[in-house]
């Protein structure tokens, strides 16, 4: 049984680009977030995605904006890139109905040059 | 912010228990505690979740104060492997604030 995989691993990118960060969630689940987590912080929160619209937004410009897809699967777009936006990028997912834990990915490293 | 306060780092030594304190004082009555860890250079990693009542699974177990104002981390017999950042998290239906964490050093 996968667990939830992110693609690319790495990425790197200048100033001012766009990038898309993807996502397959774990087998049966429905929910998708996203997460930034900065060198030496704990995973802030971006926004969940249900039944392919956005449920819930963190404190997060509208340059990160997402998408679901019918099978589940997420993007997470950041567009005109800043230095700041360097980070790893977690998607974890999840089953909507009931207390259910998120699982994770390993996550995008993005490096901003 | 997080509802939590951890200690920012821990010792154990390999093959003891592992006791990892969280306090939670702020819990409301439909929010859970939720326990992840994070190794270095991995996503965070799921371990237990309760309400109110001790929990125990493969990994470990969640001991939930009667007032529910902490809860404590137990792993039976760490090894060199569980080396990493543990994050308490309290949450309902919401999504996860990670504070900082501790840092559980396991030594040989």
């Given at each position: 049984?996968?667990?939830?995989?992110?693609?690319?691993?790495?990425?790197?990118?200048?100033?001012?680009?766009?990038?898309?960060?993807?996502?397959?969630?774990?087998?049966?689940?429905?929910?998708?977030?996203?997460?930034?987590?900065?060198?030496?912080?704990?995973?802030?929160?971006?926004?969940?995605?249900?039944?392919?619209?956005?449920?819930?937004?963190?404190?997060?410009?509208?340059?990160?904006?997402?998408?679901?897809?019918?099978?589940?699967?997420?993007?997470?777009?950041?567009?005109?890139?800043?230095?700041?936006?360097?980070?790893l990028y977690l998607?974890a997912s999840s089953?909507?109905?009931?207390?259910?834990p998120q699982h994770?990915?390993?996550?995008?490293?993005?490096?901003?040059? | 912010?997080?509802?939590?306060?951890?200690?920012?780092?821990?010792?154990?030594?390999?093959?003891?228990?592992?006791?990892?304190?969280?306090?939670?004082?702020?819990?409301?009555?439909?929010?859970?505690?939720?326990?992840?860890?994070?190794?270095?250079?991995?996503?965070?990693?799921?371990?237990?979740?309760?309400?109110?009542?001790?929990?125990?699974?493969?990994?470990?177990?969640?001991?939930?104060?009667?007032?529910?104002?902490?809860?404590?981390?137990?792993?039976?017999?760490?090894?060199?492997?569980?080396?990493?950042?543990?994050?308490?998290?309290?949450?309902?239906?919401?999504?996860?604030?990670?504070?900082?964490?501790?840092?559980?050093?396991?030594?040989?």
């Open positions: 049984d996968a667990g939830v995989t992110q693609s690319p691993t790495h990425l790197i990118k200048t100033r001012g680009q766009q990038v898309t960060l993807r996502c397959s969630p774990k087998s049966g689940h429905d929910t998708v977030s996203w997460y930034q987590q900065a060198l030496g912080q704990g995973p802030q929160f971006i926004f969940q995605y249900y039944e392919e619209e956005e449920r819930q937004r963190g404190n997060f410009p509208d340059r990160f904006s997402g998408h679901q897809f019918p099978n589940y699967s997420s993007e997470l777009n950041v567009n005109a890139l800043l230095l700041g936006d360097s980070a998607c089953y909507l109905r009931g207390v259910q994770f990915g390993d996550g995008t490293r993005l490096s901003i040059l | 912010d997080a509802k939590t306060t951890q200690p920012p780092s821990m010792d154990c030594a390999e093959g003891r228990a592992a006791n990892l304190p969280c306090n939670h004082s702020t819990i409301s009555g439909n929010e859970y505690v939720y326990w992840y860890r994070q190794i270095h250079s991995q996503g965070p990693q799921y371990i237990i979740h309760g309400l109110k009542n001790n929990e125990t699974n493969e990994m470990a177990s969640l001991i939930i104060t009667e007032d529910r104002k902490s809860s404590t981390l137990i792993l039976p017999h760490a090894t060199l492997r569980d080396t990493a950042v543990y994050y308490c998290i309290v949450t309902g239906n919401t999504p996860l604030v990670f504070g900082k964490g501790t840092r559980l050093s396991v030594i040989a």
